[in-house]
């Protein structure tokens, strides 16, 4: 076995514990903020409630049956107007979105409950101002466009390898009897990472690739719970054993 350079959490100083947790603590609160985000923007695309593999197709690969608009009706623009006038939009849509009863029945809704968000001013939302905004809105939906996921892309890319290469660093102070488990624990979400955000563009084509998103996305959170839970509790209630203990650092076979 060898310990190359290891310094246990017991034997850091008071300071750099408590920077550690500190940083491990609010980076979770952080992580679960962008669970809650990433339910509430891909659930329900399908009709069911709950998040599922075929949400993730719709959003990344589009609706075989539906339009952007009604897909975003369904799932996460469900909660912005009442289902009623949910019902006279989708109607309005499978009716073949006449222009008429646009200018008498919806643009009112969507000038009450969209227009907010959904405006010339927000170049990140499609505009719902004119007949001719929604009109963009109602083709066929397939999927997140490929220059919303590039940029998406670049924002994880960037966002993720600085988050895990904190905890990396931090963890690599926490006693593991097998040194090649930790190894992949740092290991695992820079390959999740990649594989994720591949699949996001190989699943627009190719859907059974949504697995790999749902599964990436699955084994990058597994390894970030099990860094930031052994840390935290190495820091604060343990001993490593005599074995890995003598010098504490530089000890090698
Ligand atoms: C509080 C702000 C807000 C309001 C109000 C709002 N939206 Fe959205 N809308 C968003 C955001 C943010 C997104 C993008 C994130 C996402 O996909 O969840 C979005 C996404 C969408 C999309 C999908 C765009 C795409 O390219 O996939 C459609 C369509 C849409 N909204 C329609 C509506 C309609 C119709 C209403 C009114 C009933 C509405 N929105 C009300 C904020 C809002």
New binding site residues.
């Given amino acids: 076995m060898s310990w190359r350079f290891y310094v246990h959490f017991s034997r850091l100083p008071m300071v750099q514990r408590v920077l550690y947790t500190g940083t491990l603590s609010v980076l979770t609160v952080g992580y679960l903020f962008a669970m809650i985000h990433i339910f509430?923007?891909h659930a329900g695309r399908d009709g069911d409630p709950m998040l599922s593999v075929d949400d993730i197709i719709i959003a990344y690969s589009g609706s075989k049956n539906g339009t952007?608009?009604e897909?975003?009706?369904v799932?996460?623009?469900s909660r912005?107007?009442s289902p009623e006038?949910?019902m006279v939009?989708v109607g309005w849509i499978r009716s073949g979105v006449n222009e008429k009863k646009y200018n008498t029945e919806i643009k009112s809704?969507?000038d009450k409950?969209?227009i907010?968000?959904?405006n010339k001013r927000n170049p990140?939302?499609?505009s719902?101002e004119s007949y001719q905004d929604v009109l963009h809105?109602t083709e066929q939906d397939t999927g997140?466009?490929i220059f919303?996921l590039i940029r998406v892309s670049h924002i994880h890319l960037f966002g993720l390898t600085f988050i895990f290469f904190l905890i990396g660093m931090v963890f690599r102070h926490a006693y593991m009897r097998q040194e090649w488990l930790k190894i992949t624990l740092v290991a695992i979400p820079f390959i999740a990472i990649i594989c994720d955000i591949a699949s996001w563009y190989v699943t627009k084509v190719y859907q059974p690739f949504a697995w790999i998103v749902i599964i990436s996305g699955g084994l990058m959170g597994l390894s970030f719970a099990l860094q930031v839970f052994i840390s935290l509790y190495q820091i604060w209630f343990f001993k490593p054993p005599a074995e890995a203990r003598p010098q504490g650092l530089c000890e090698t076979d």
């Fill in positions: 509430s923007s952007v608009l897909s975003a009706l799932g996460p623009m912005m107007l006038e949910n939009i809704v969507l409950r969209c907010t968000c959904h990140h939302l499609p719902l809105v997140m466009d919303s």
